[in-house]
């Protein structure tokens, strides 16, 4: 049976951090770890996390740079076949995802796959506000401004090795720059499965602010650049210009748990 990893980063996370432990731990699939990387927090998240930790779980507890800072520690630390991440405001959709994910990666040839995902209101449990739904990657598709959503991609231990981790200079951009180089650069084999796979909660670091979108946007740009590639000049603008219909398809979506 394969081996999972799920990486968890937080810092001062209380509110949420319950939900993302039984989201790992209430998986049907017997074979996972749980590692979760927290920054140093001083609202009591680690207190919680020491009193309902399993067996399975493994904590990373000091200062770090960030984010993806964190979450390369824990991929550092990963002992899976297989890695995904689970932010600390999120959760699974259903206990099935992670059987979904060892399913698909009995094709041997498989690097990565990825699926569908929701934005939840952070207020009100389960309203969804948005409905992300993705599509099989085929070639050009990045230059159209597709992205698949980063909290569903999963992908072999050994492509972190292979072909690095998160660069920590790229700021909110560094999962977009990850998936373009494993997907569009070193053209990694990936399966979507048309599934729900993930719930977040509204809020993002990148979307918090027009000046932090604006940011992000920069550091999309300079996604492409340091992988020796330049878009078109509609890739940017197309990207977020992908994101209106996701509304429109949530409007009449409701997810229960």
Known sequence: MKKISIITAC?????????????????????VEHIIVDGGSTDGTYALIDQYRTANTHVISEPDQGLYDAMNKGIACATGDIIGTLHSD????????????????????LDACYADL???????????????????YRPGLFEKGWMPP??????????????????LDLGTSADYELM?????????RAAYLPHLF???????????????RLAAHCMDWKAWLVNGLIPYP????????????????AANIQVTQ
Do not use: E
């Open 90 to 109: 999120d959760r699974y959709a259903s206990p099935d995802v992670l059987k979904r994910v060892a399913q698909a990666f009995d094709d041997p040839v």
């Open 11 to 31: 810092y001062n996370s209380a509110p949420f951090i319950l939900d993302a432990l039984h989201a790992v731990a209430s998986q049907h699939y017997g074979n």
């Open 198 to 212: 993930v719930m977040m909660r509204t809020g993002g670091v990148s979307n918090i602010s027009l000046a932090r």
């Open 118 to 136: 929701v934005y939840v209101d952070r207020s009100v449990d389960n309203r969804v506000v948005r409905y992300w739904k993705s599509s099989d």
């Open 180 to 188: 373009l180089r494993y997907l569009r650069c070193h053209k990694m």
């Open 234 to 249: 509609w890739t940017l603008p197309c990207k977020p210009l992908r994101k209106l219909g996701q509304w429109r398809t």
């Open 150 to 167: 980063h909290p569903t991609f999963f992908t072999r231990r050994q492509c972190y090795q292979r072909y690095g981790m998160y660069r």
